[in-house]
């Protein structure tokens, strides 16, 4: 008598839908375990307790072991010059274990200072490897990526990588272009170290992911079309409290809003808190995106000030260092490798804005502030459209900040965004931010810079960079 | 992911279960995302307690997924999210409405009765399957399956008897269904 209610496009049961049944299983069974020892008392609960430090340190301090399987011919030595044709001689798949060169990597996710996980190209197609000691060396995972992922163009900067843990992570790729409102959303997560993935199928796109701890958040929606113009769309959160094994969609960020998406457009995800966030709807929408925000752990979110305008209106980044501290730099029409930028600056989460930098004056880091009380943000390099996984802003307090705008060099700043300058230890490195790489830090001082073809370079004093492996 | 394998049997019942505890859940919630980690979640609470549920697994699974998919639609009220106001395209659901009265006639019947409503009138079973699966004679079936609709037809009805899925489409005692074999 409920047939009228059916789902017509209902979709069948497969070998991932099983995989994902065993495995939340697993996930119920061990919690059951856990707590049969608990209520065992003594010294059961002492060991229980045990445990449960033994996992904190294992997924957020101490590092855990190199990657299992039978390492390579060549594995367990540093990468040397040429590493990189001999990587791309080994034969597909990538057996587990055998080195990976840092020059093959196209981003990098660390979870720590110490566990890293990396895309990097090999014949045309993605592998996962790791690294356990800060990314000097370098390991294939084995196992299999997503095909969606594996198959990707490397060129095309298809995928984006986060790990909480080393052995927690998450997999998503950005909407294909012309592809968004019809496509499944695309997240994978995997808790065994990236051997293998389980995939979330969201209702829509999955844009942005960001996860503390085992408490994961994913936006998704139909805001994009990757190439012209979606109306009515949405953008929702959907999220996770085990690490990715179930996700819950709960709610709306934007239920129902016309915008105007440009191909290459982001929709972004950054987490101050557990409980506090943004969402960046860039280059959608008047005036030039839409900015949200979150106090209750994504149960309600509240419209803000978005400051982009024209002619900053092609696409924005944002980056946060605290609770209220918001950096935005919002991209306009580009030519020839520059493309205008402004920098914005809030301190009070997203209500007021002000213009610390831009580049309105002549390309060129000689240039001087256009105007009193703005900087100037070179030209050089673009911020939009967006290249999946390549995030060109790292914040690490109110004063101090990282640039790598795609083709652009990395520029630093530590006066809050009013002057800019080159990276000393990374200039002439050949860092160009033409090929997939990315900028990520793990706190105010520990960061890397990796670019395909070029290599990896590593700070843990936010001052001095030195390059890992070849 | 690393998993253990499979209880005996499990697998080769896999497919129909799952479809069973997506098709309760959907019927519910409405959305396939939702639908699918009710019934994913349904599933791998039987493969924990397969010993005990394989000889009955469709009842308990069609059970359970249908408790799952009411909680999550409490949460959701809860949270405001979801379920009210203008929607974009993938909750443009002509029978969002009648969904939220079901979950929410569902989460007030008592527990047997909602147990036979489930079984008979959300997994679409036979009074003869649904008495088996709990274990009682299909008398007692037809009993609280008669009491359990006339509590659904009564908050259904409640809302507008026009729309689509409303009143009109819960069958009357002795008429619809109800007593169908």
């Known amino acids: ?470 | 992911m690393a998993t253990t394998a499979a209880p005996d049997g499990f697998e080769a019942a896999f497919p129909d279960l799952f479809a069973l505890g997506y098709r309760v859940a959907f019927r519910i919630l409405g959305d396939g995302g939702d639908a699918e980690d009710v019934a994913q979640e349904a599933l791998a609470r039987a493969v924990v307690r397969w010993t005990a549920v394989q000889d009955r697994a469709g009842g308990w699974v069609a059970r359970v997924a249908a408790n799952l998919a009411i909680d999550r639609y409490r949460r959701r009220r809860r949270s405001g999210s979801g379920w009210s106001g203008p929607g974009p395209d993938w909750v443009a659901d002509r029978y969002q409405p009648e969904r939220l009265d079901l979950a929410r006639a569902l989460r007030r019947l008592p527990r047997r009765q909602r147990e036979v409503v489930v079984l008979r009138y959300l997994a679409d079973w036979s009074e003869q399957d649904v008495a088996a699966s709990l274990g009682c004679s299909v008398g007692t079936v037809k009993s609280h399956g008669a009491r359990g609709l006339g509590s659904l037809r009564r908050a259904l009805s409640d809302g507008d008897p026009g729309r689509p899925g409303g009143a009109a489409a819960v069958p009357r005692e002795g008429v619809g269904d109800v007593h169908a074999p």
């Not at chain 1, 995997?190 to 844009?207: E, N, Q």
């Not at chain 1, 440009?262 to 101050?272: F, K, T």
């Not at chain 1, 390099?381 to 795609?406: E, K, M, Q």
Request: net charge neutral; proline share 6%; charged share 15%.
């Open chain 1, 1 to 470: 008598m409920f047939t009228h209610l059916d789902d017509p496009a209902a979709p069948a049961a497969d070998e991932e839908q099983l995989r994902a049944v065993l495995h939340r299983a697993d996930r119920l069974a061990a919690a059951r375990s856990s707590r049969h020892r608990l209520l065992a008392g003594g010294s059961a609960a002492v060991l229980f307790g045990a445990a449960v430090l033994a996992g904190v340190l294992g997924s957020g301090g101490t590092p855990a072991g190199p990657p299992q399987g039978s390492p390579a011919p060549g594995a367990g030595t540093a990468p040397e010059a040429g590493a990189a044709s001999a990587f791309d001689r080994v034969p597909d798949p990538v057996p587990a274990g055998t080195a990976v060169p840092t020059t093959a990597l196209t981003g990098v996710a660390f979870a720590g200072a110490d566990h890293g996980f990396g895309l990097a190209a090999h014949r045309g197609r993605l592998v996962l490897a790791s690294t356990s000691d800060g990314g000097a060396h370098w390991r294939a995972v084995g196992g299999r990526l997503p095909s969606a992922v594996r198959s990707a163009s490397t060129s095309a900067g298809t995928a984006e990588l986060q790990f909480t843990s080393a052995t927690t992570g998450y997999l998503w790729s950005g909407p294909p272009a012309g592809q968004a409102g019809k496509a499944d959303g695309a997240l994978w997560t995997t808790d065994d170290g990236g051997r293998s993935w389980l995939r979330f199928r969201a209702s829509r796109m999955v844009y942005d992911v960001g996860a503390i701890g085992s408490d994961a958040w994913a936006v998704v929606g139909n805001c994009l079309t990757g190439q012209t113009t979606a109306t009515g769309c949405s953008l929702r959160l959907a999220t996770s409290t085990d690490g990715g094994a179930v996700w819950d969609e709960r709610g709306w960020i934007v239920p129902s809003w016309s915008g105007t998406g440009r191909q290459g457009s982001q929709v972004a995800l950054a987490r101050a808190t557990p409980t506090e966030a943004y969402v960046v709807a860039a280059g959608v929408g008047q005036p030039a995106g839409l900015l949200m925000s979150t106090d209750d752990g994504g149960l309600t979110w509240q419209s803000r000030t978005m400051p982009c305008a024209a002619p900053f209106d092609m696409g924005a980044q944002l980056a946060v260092s605290g609770t209220d501290d918001l950096w935005l730099v919002c991209g306009g029409q580009g030519t020839a490798g520059n493309q205008m930028k402004a920098l914005y600056r809030s301190s009070d989460g997203g209500a007021s804005w002000r213009l610390a930098a831009d580049s309105t004056g002549p390309h060129g880091f000689s240039t001087p502030p256009p105007s009193a009380g703005v900087g100037y943000l070179p030209a050089q390099g673009y911020v939009a459209p967006y290249t999946a996984g390549h995030r060109v802003l790292a914040v690490a307090s109110p004063t101090t900040a990282w640039l790598f705008a795609d083709r652009g060099q990395v520029v630093e700043t530590t006066d809050g965004g009013a002057t800019w300058r080159p990276v000393r230890d990374l200039e002439g490195a050949g860092l160009a931010g033409g090929a997939p790489g990315n900028l990520t830090f793990v706190s105010g001082t520990t960061g890397w810079v990796a670019e395909e073809g070029v290599g990896l370079w590593h700070t843990v004093d936010g001052v001095r960079w030195r390059r890992l492996g070849r």
